[in-house]
């Protein structure tokens, strides 16, 4: 969004707001043509796309410019970015980008306006890297050192069967065990490096799993009977819930749940309760600053009851 100056044949200037909603293809020509490479320090990548621009669509323009309507028509963009590598955690990016549509989302007339209207303008931004934070562990039983000792010893003993065979052609049983025994000492150092990279990828998902847990908060607040407004310790808790949750990921959705006991009253009344506490968390959260985007809020019926036996008069955030 942003907005254009133009100036019409009798030099009036004319300020008019745009929106420009458009999907754009990338292509990272550097590493295409000259392939990755960890430490290029110019990347091009050229981009083009489409979407639909509107001017004009303020009261307070239309007014100025004697135009009491929305103007707007499909559009073509285009541009480059041009990303400078200065350290490893730097990059410094040059957008040249512009646009082209038909002259009429343009309200500005004058005597040198052609059949197309077209924008260019530049963009600088940086981008930080964050850097890996990993750590390993060994398989169960084995370590890193226990598998290169294995194969080590499959190595040797494959080395030392072939020496025996040309001086020894006599111990003919004693190298068919020697060759046994060096194939079930490889077998031994593929299992443990398998059971290594297995023993990691268990390690790398828990990490993952760890992490998404530790960034997508749960909670619970319980009410009393036929309330589902908040006191002073619910509202407390729902403070530190939103703190935490703008802190963790920003597309994570989270679930509002809200539950009555139906083991007394009417259904109706019950199944209202219900949704009336889910709404009075909603938009607690909302008002704390917590996007409306990431939270939905239902009310759940008889057959969903989040404990057994009565007191279900709760509303869960997950």
């Given at each position: 969004?942003g907005?254009y100056n133009?100036?019409?044949d ?6 008019w707001p745009?929106?420009f909603?458009h999907?754009d ?5 550097s ?10 320090v ?7 796309g489409?979407g639909y ?5 303020t ?6 410019n004697?135009?009491p309507?929305?103007m707007?028509?499909f559009a073509?963009s285009?541009?480059?970015?041009n990303?400078?590598?200065?350290s490893n955690s730097?990059?410094i ?6 646009l082209v549509s038909m ?7 004058n ?6 209207f077209?924008?260019l303008d ?6 930080y890297?964050?850097?890996?934070r ?5 398989a169960s039983?084995y370590?890193q ?5 294995l194969?080590a010893?499959a ?5 030392q069967?072939?020496?025996d ?5 006599d ?6 065990q ?9 077998q ?21 799993q760890m992490?998404?847990?530790?960034a997508t908060?749960?909670?619970t607040?319980?009410?009393d009977?036929?309330v589902w ?5 619910d509202m407390?808790?729902l403070?530190?819930l939103a703190k935490?949750m703008l802190?963790?990921p920003?597309d994570?959705?989270y679930t509002?749940t809200?539950y009555a006991?139906?083991?007394t ?9 219900a949704?009336k ?9 909302v008002s704390?600053?917590v996007?409306a985007a ?6 759940a019926?008889?057959d969903a009851?989040p404990?057994?036996g009565r007191?279900?008069q709760?509303?869960t955030?997950?």
């Amino acid at each position: 969004m942003g907005a254009y100056n133009n100036f019409t044949d009798d030099l009036t200037k004319m300020t008019w707001p745009y929106a420009f909603l458009h999907a754009d293809l990338m292509l990272n020509l550097s590493n295409w043509i000259g392939g990755y490479k960890e430490r290029r320090v110019y990347y091009a990548i050229p981009y083009v796309g489409m979407g639909y621009f509107a001017s004009n669509f303020t009261d307070g323009t239309r007014a100025i410019n004697s135009i009491p309507v929305t103007m707007g028509n499909f559009a073509v963009s285009y541009g480059l970015i041009n990303k400078f590598r200065v350290s490893n955690s730097v990059d410094i990016n040059l957008n040249l980008k512009g646009l082209v549509s038909m002259a009429d989302v343009n309200p500005t007339v004058n005597a040198n306006r052609g059949t197309y209207f077209n924008g260019l303008d530049a963009t600088v931004g940086i981008t930080y890297r964050f850097g890996k934070r990993d750590f390993e562990r060994g398989a169960s039983g084995y370590t890193q050192a226990d598998v290169d000792a294995l194969k080590a010893e499959a190595e040797k003993r494959l080395a030392q069967v072939e020496a025996d065979k040309v001086a020894k052609e006599d111990l003919s049983n004693e190298l068919a065990q020697a060759q046994k025994d060096a194939s079930a000492a490889q077998q031994r150092a593929d299992q443990a490096e398998k059971q290594l990279a297995d023993a990691q990828a268990e390690l790398e998902a828990l990490k993952q799993q760890m992490a998404l847990d530790a960034a997508t908060p749960e909670e619970t607040i319980f009410f009393d009977f036929e309330v589902w407004g908040l006191d002073a310790v619910d509202m407390t808790t729902l403070k530190e819930l939103a703190k935490k949750m703008l802190a963790g990921p920003k597309d994570y959705v989270y679930t509002i749940t809200g539950y009555a006991d139906f083991t007394t009253g009417a259904r109706s009344n019950n199944i209202a309760i219900a949704e009336k506490r889910a709404q009075s968390v909603y938009d607690y959260l909302v008002s704390l600053g917590v996007p409306a985007a990431q939270l939905t809020h239902q009310g759940a019926g008889p057959d969903a009851q989040p404990f057994t036996g009565r007191g279900n008069q709760s509303v869960t955030i997950k």
